[in-house]
């Protein structure tokens, strides 16, 4: 790293970005073919800013859109007086109405959402704890473990991942209700289910990490006398905090996001459906509360929102662990 | 608020029967005679999950494919659900979609997230700028639809527009468009809203990549008088191959099992429907399990290959560990 001389470290960065003060080119008693290649570079970087900009701009507008309207009086989002969300900005007119009433009013065409929103906490918060701890369990017998097929096991783990859910959701919803007699109107199948899906995808995440940790201080501890417990609980779990922190926002984000699972495994009432499905449902009935929408769907992803932006940096980590080893 | 009561009590119990059962594991695996812990280890540590997946998703992918040949009684009728699917007209239309989808998310995704990256690779502000794209992730597909839903509104000719993109094309002097009405091409406006949420995805895995290759290379090339394509095309792309077959293979099987999207924006109505989306509607709503339950083997047949070359490439890797 040292052999690298600073000038060029600087002039890399010309690269790309936008980079307004430049240490002058013209000044210095170059020849006119790097001047030339530098004016060209400058040119095709300020396109990629560009570019990069628009394709910022595209993927906020419509979030943003939908924000703005959140906050916009009934009036004004549906019927002969509405306009778009951007007139927002001249005619000034703003609203909380929304938010109260999707979360709080409690006739029987309210949304109701404060109650969808707590059946969605209890299913995700139980669901990640389950995966988390059988996952690393099982994670960590693949890493360290010694039995016959344990390569081939961990493969077809693996390959469970990528089996589409809509393959097991019948034979699934047959075996709750019919064989295990499991009753309607409580979380137990929603957090089962989403745990046996969740299941693959968190072995093979941890499995990456917890294989990584050097042997020498697993066979340290077994020299002291430790059991695969005790190595478990205090050595493989404190080391693997950061994959586990990332499982642990995947699983969050992938459960509080889910759709297809609690239509199926939820019966659809208050007492169990979570957030989304009540989404699905009040957009899908083209009315004349279509206003709420907006503030309904604010309501719905600002949970996820926060744990997203609040631990992006452990998410991004867990993604890579996952992925690009070797 | 007397609703929560009971939940809170509900998640109490689930996680005191949880905790008790690991207990239980631990204690015996720790108890257990010097000859046979390991053996007790592998299995305690191991069955919870092994139960888990085998009940959740090996038994019935067995059984759905059993399913595949029942009828809407539940007697077998041979091939009638894969005559049925790859002959009515509206079924070949979901297969068109599907593959129509499973085309262009991977490809639109990967493309965008990888000029992305390379745009902002360095540049000021990288953090934020790559929150803006990356956020759509934390956005559920029912909240994508809602979102997306403003705005592809549409409202009569004269009127004034509420959504974004008729809002522009009324101001360039065209025709508001029912965007998610006229087929074929409301499948592409759909695609679009899965390209919006997974580009985040392919744009953080490969910034990342990108910068894990060696600047002595890109500088190098930079010497030698590559201009910035050559340098990208030649230094970069194969500096990152992994991660692209990473995220592409992982965009594709997303992309083949979506069904939130098309359910929230069109219940796969006016010919946007797509296999997954048709699955839900033949097994739940039509009482068709059968045809469902076809509908999901051609779906695991799809993904397959991509699991037969990810398993070949897993093993690859192990073996040079």
Redesign the interface.
Known sequence: MTA?PVP?EAS??T?????AEQPSVTGSPEDAAPIM?RV??KL??RW??A??LL??VV?????F??FV?SFRPAAK?VGPR?????NFFEDWQFTFQHYIDVTASAGSQSPNLS?YF??SL?IV??VT??IL???S??A???AW???RGR?GLF?F????Q???????????LQ?FTQVLQMPSG???QL???H???G??LG?FLLHNFISEIPGEMIEAARVDGA???TI??RIILPLSVPALASLAIFQF?WV?????VA??FSGGTA?VAPI?QR??EI??TRGSRDYL??A??FV??IV??A???GL?RYF?RG??AG???? | ME??GG??L??VI??AV?AAI?GLI?LV??KAPKSS???L??IG??A???I??L???????I??SF?AFTDAKGQPNGVDNFVWMFTQPEALVTLRNTIVWTVLVPLLSTG?GL??A???????GEKV?K?????????????A???????YDYRGPGI?????LN?LRVAMGMQPKQFLLDAPENTIFLIIVMV?IQ???AM??LS??IK?VP??L??AA?LDGA??WQ?FRNVTIPGIR??LV??LT?IT?AT??V??IV??MT?GNYDTSVV?NE??TQ??RAGE?GR??A???V??LL?LP??VY??RV??Q??E??
């Open positions: 690298t060029d890399q960065e690269r790309i970005g936008p980079r290649r060209k570079q095709t970087s990629a800013t570019a990069a394709i910022a993927w906020t507008v419509p979030t859109g939908l309207s989002q509405s306009d778009g969300w951007w109650q707590v059946n209890a918060i139980p704890l389950f701890v059988l996952a369990m099982a960590y017998i693949f473990g010694k039995f390569d493969i783990v693996f390959a469970l990528i089996i589409p859910l809509q393959m097991s959701l019948i034979p699934l075996l409580s979380y137990a957090w089962i289910a745990t046996m899906f299941l693959p072995i059991g695969h417990t478990f609980w984000l509080w996001n889910d759709l297809l239509l199926v007492d989304t989404l699905a957009s899908g929408n907006p309904a769907a719905s992803i996820p929102l744990v997203f932006f992006q991004v993604l890579l992925g690009l080893k070797g | 609703f929560i939940k809170l509900q998640v689930a996680l949880f690991i631990m695996v720790d812990r390991d053996k280890t592998v540590f191991l919870p999950a092994a888990l997946m009940v959740g998703l090996v038994y019935p992918a059984q759905t399913f965008f000029a992305y390379v745009f902002i690779d360095k540049a000021r700028l929150a803006l794209v990356f956020m759509p992730m934390a956005i559920s597909f029912v909240g639809g809602i979102i997306w839903k403003l705005v004034e527009q509420t959504g974004v809002f919006w580009t985040g995805f953080v895995v990342a990549a894990g600047t002595e890109v500088e930079r201009n910035p340098q992994g991660a990473v995220v992982t099987i083949l099992k069904f939130d359910r929230t219940a997954a699955m839900y097994a739940f399990p469902g339950a509908l999901a083997l779906l695991f993904v991509i699991v990810n398993a897993l093993r890797q192990r040079i560990r």
